[in-house]
């Protein structure tokens, strides 16, 4: 016979209350004596795969091991082996500092285990993801026609994006269809022209003026041309907020164009988008809201642990019609569509790739509301503000040279003595746990690159590490 019982739950995976309290409790201690701690830990601690080989035995053993033992043996085997991307001194890459709040969401969204792909399923959570997203829509300059969702992050948003814009403008077939963007564009939009299938002789590259920014005039051109040739050109992404510089292109002359020519312009904002929020930004990013469609990042200027991405289409029919399908298992989800769509019970999963999704917005709603947006504004307009006193405090400097002026809470410049001297500033700077940076290329040269946009980074950090890298190597 076989040994499965089927009699009693006395096996279930289920524990006692007391048993899941003391858990529960004793991982919110060890976060947050990491936090508490975080200051004097090192911003970064790599390894290498043998190393990493030694400290974990690969086994799923039969038999129970305590929770306490576990978690011991993720504190010393695992976890110090990795970038703190919340450190004060992190400003590699794109630094992401999600707050307490935010991170009880998602601590809350896994124990309520949402299902958050139709609304039968999740009416209250749906609901307010659309209220996440009426906010978003309102900082960015949308109309209530607008639609969005939130996604695992940027990439996803910029692909969901593109396959939006694929849709509506190039219909069933769109092998003559060519998009358009330019050296600073991220490689997650490469990456989704690949997943699209679209060949890599139908995605042109437009130069970039002294400010790293796309010229709308080579744009115009470049479209002329292509439709001369017979070719359909669909789609332009933009940059608002580039990566590497923090470059934003001339969005409103890029709309400008693009209406012209009946290009679709979709606006990858994923890491400055929310920079809209602080004046100085705001400025920055005049005509982000001519955009047909935008990517936006709530895991890095939103201040939200992984994964929060979000897209918002200007007009929201156009990402309901690219993704809507109603198989026979879901008919029982079906909704009733609105005059608007964010106006009508919305099932999330016809807006996206994922039919199963996390409670994304609930970490989003509780860190806005309980900071309140004031603070929020107050958080993102620091980054930008030190990001211009390092500017200024690198045009100082007797030995860095500055490589692109301090945009979005990005800064590059380089050392006094060449490339493998600056690579080595860097891993140095790694190496003693003090902080991190990371490198890029500014017009082909080799750059250090500070990304400032953590709200626990204080001035003394950023000159801890800018005074760091000053020193001779
Ligand atoms: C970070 C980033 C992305 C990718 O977003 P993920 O959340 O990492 O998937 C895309 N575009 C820009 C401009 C970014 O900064």
Redesign the pocket.
Known sequence: MDETSVTGPERSLDLTAAEMRAMGYAVVDRLVDRIEGLDGAPAWRGATRAEMRERLAPMAPGEPTPFETLLEELAGAVLPYRGSVDHPRFFAF?PSCPTWPGILGDLLAAGLNVFQGTWLESAGPSALELEVLSWFKEWVGYPESAAGLLM?????A?LTGMVTARTERLGASWDDGVLYVSRQT?S?VERAARILGFRSDRIRTIAVDDGFRMRPAGLRRAIVEDRARGLRPFLVVA?G???STGAVDPLAELAEVCEGEGAWLHV?A??GGFAILADRGRAALAGLGRADSI?L?P??WLFQPFEA?CLLVRRGRDLVDAFHIMPDYLQDTEVERGALPDDAEVNFADRGPQLTRSFRALKIWLTVRFWGLDRIRESVARGIALAERAEDRIRRSPTLELLSPAALGIVCFHGPDGEAADAERIRRLSESGVGMISSTRVGGRYALRLCILNHRSRWEDVETVISHLERPV
């Open positions: 794109v695992s992050g940027g990439s996803a910029n991220h997650s940059n907020g580039a990566t990858d994923a890491y990517t990042d895991h890095k991405g």
